[in-house]
């Protein structure tokens, strides 16, 4: 079936460092990516997202590329600030094509944060 | 109002309480969803609600039960918890079943505490 993996944390950084956290998928069909980030004691927001293969999501400096030949979605951001720390999910969604009502599936996330 | 929200934020309940968790969208979406998201495990996926009927149901035991009036709003009503219930409960909801892709919104969450 379909699953998202991602790194384990926790990550810790120093500010103005950079950053990489690694998300691979399982999916049939054409999934979509998405990376979402959790602030502590909120729920989650969308970071941002691709739909197709070679597409590039970027937002507030972070990117990621869907790459379906390495079945990759790299979640990477050049300097990272304190405000960055937060708990970060990859999230596919699998399509009807696919046999599904296009759910979201989530990895387990990955806590990030950044030190002065 | 804007986005999603859910009240209440916060919930400390007995296990033989019975109490409700409300969401609320504003975005005119279609579908709604109810998420456990207890700490060191994934988040999990409860219930789907599209156009109002329930379209999913991951295997939740009966002592939750979810109820959607309408597109707006989405329920989740407790009654004789168990400690490990105890997480936060995310709401979220999306335009509905796309072909393309399916982004939800979240909603801040309530944190149920069962003692």
């Known amino acids: 079936g379909n699953s998202v993996t991602q790194m384990e944390g926790p990550v810790t950084l120093s500010e103005e460092a950079f950053l990489t956290i690694n998300c691979t998928y399982t999916?049939?069909?054409?999934?979509?990516l998405f990376w979402y980030v959790q602030y502590p004691g909120e729920g989650l927001q969308l970071l941002l997202k691709?739909?197709?293969?070679?597409d590039k999501g970027s937002n507030k400096g972070f990117e990621a590329t869907y790459r379906k030949e390495t079945t990759s979605f790299h979640l990477e951001k050049g300097s990272v600030q304190v405000s960055d720390s937060a708990v970060y999910f990859c999230?596919?969604?699998?399509?009807?094509?696919?046999?599904?009502?296009?759910?979201?599936?989530f990895g387990k996330g990955t806590k990030l944060s950044v030190k002065p | 109002e804007t986005g999603v929200t859910q009240t209440p934020r916060h919930l400390v309940m007995g296990m033989t309480n019975k109490k409700s968790l409300k969401c609320e969208q504003h975005?005119?979406?279609?579908?709604m969803y109810w998420y456990k998201q207890s700490a060191k495990k994934p988040l999990e996926l409860m219930f789907v609600?599209?156009?109002?009927?329930?379209?999913e149901n991951n295997s939740v035991p009966s002592r939750f039960s979810p109820e959607c009036p309408n597109s707006s709003h989405l329920f989740l009503h407790l009654h004789t918890l168990q400690p490990e219930d105890s997480a936060l409960y995310l709401c979220?909801?999306?335009?509905?079943?796309?072909?393309?892709?399916?982004?939800?919104?979240f909603g801040p969450g309530t944190r149920l505490t069962v003692l």
């Open positions: 979220a909801s999306s335009a509905g079943p796309s072909q393309y892709y399916n982004e939800q919104f």
């Open positions: 999916a049939t069909g054409y999934p979509s």
């Open positions: 691709a739909t197709k293969a070679d």
């Open positions: 999230a596919l969604s699998d399509t009807p094509l696919g046999g599904s009502q296009g759910n979201l599936i």
């Open positions: 975005l005119g979406h279609n579908a």
């Open positions: 609600y599209n156009f109002k009927e329930q379209t």
